[in-house]
């Protein structure tokens, strides 16, 4: 708009000047406001019919007599030379040209909707890949645990085959032990959830941890736990595809390392608008913790951990805690129950009142396992679901866990695990420090860059920082 009202560019007049152009402003006024008046008609149009720019220039009286103003004082110039009428002709004849032509305000409307479709798509295009590479992310090993985790077993296949054998005075199926099952093949992850449970014990010299793997990570683990102390406990690593389950199901067999499954479900409560829905994280037993009663023959209570947990205070307690001729003891969701996840369970039998609950630490009566016969009965439950991949068999184990352990869940106070450190950003300091163990459950897990950074200093704590191969890695977590 500056432009079509302007013939010449704007010049910085000395103050000696000022005085000439404002007696003469007068003079010049009617032929400023015949100047700009077409311009302003011509150029309402292009700003989509409605919005008009006169009103815009009423609405900002200061720039209107700025402009009058400068205008005048190039107009005087203009008076003073010989292609002044020239000038102005040309510039009479290019906004006849401009008044001339027609503006279809319904063009420019097709135009506008052409191009919001355009943008519409291309950000429908750009959400997708962000959620593949946000998956991606997540499901993928960082490139400096990799590292570490085959420098650690290239350091097993070196050294001499008597380096990494383990030995304990007491058996490691010692009833007089307090036993922590841990289900893992992330190394640093099992070696902070064992640190922190020994870091923060009262006494640790009869605790014994079992970290079960698969044969890609079991070498790595062995050179690990051995090159690594934890105070008086000890480590013990199990190679799940060494074992021989006597439980098959279809073609996949239970030796198959498969840890807790995590699962976020939307519903919708009632007490909300139809148009607004919960969201809830729900971590269950994988299809390897029904091995439990195999892999512990002679033990009669096992806790379990999931590797993503950290321990703030001492779980000495849970060996004496009654859990009444329960199974297992769980943190319980009542806010979410059975009835609520109706269109999964399927038409299996199942009390709707029951509430959901959580893995992460958990109390294991085996002996009660076994007389209930919790294994068979979880199998019996996944071959009435549609398990054809490892995919499927995964998804099927949330309604699995719940309906085998319905009913044979004691309830834990909430304060022995606070859940929620690896996808709610709301969680509070004081909150933090009053649970007994932190459970990230959810995508955002501590290792990763995806990890929540408020929370990743209470894992970091009881990280390794000093070992060789971690430097040589450049593992920065």
Known sequence: MIYGCRVASIRRWSSEREKDIKQNFKQFFPLVFWTCKPVVFVASPNYACSLHLVGVLDRNSEMIKYLYWQTAVDLMELAGTSSAEKKTQKMEETIARAKACAVDCN???????????????????????????????????????????????LEFFKSPSTSYQESHPNPFDSRNLMHYAIFSKNVLAASVTINSTVMSSEVNQNMAFHVVTDAQNFYAMKVWFQKNSYREATVHVINIEELKPKHVLHNTSLSALLLSEEFRISIHRPDQPAAEMSAAYISVFGHSHFLLPELFKNLKRVVVLDDDVVVQQDLSPLWSYDLGGKVIGAVELCGMRLSQLKNLLGRNIYDANSCTWISGLNIVDLDKWREHNVTAIYLQLLQGFQTKDETSLRAAALPASLIAFQNLIQPLNESWSLAGLGHNHGITREAINSGLSLHYNGNMKPWLDLGIPKYKKYWKKFLTQDDKFMVECKVNL
């Not at 993928?140 to 985790?149: D, E, F, G």
Request: a positive charge.
């Open 107 to 153: 063009n420019i409307q097709k135009k506008l909707r052409q191009i919001l479709d355009l943008t519409e798509d291309e950000s429908n295009f750009h959400m997708r890949q962000s959620a593949f590479l946000y998956h991606l992310a997540v499901q993928t090993m960082p490139k400096s645990l990799h590292c570490l985790l085959m420098r650690l077993t």
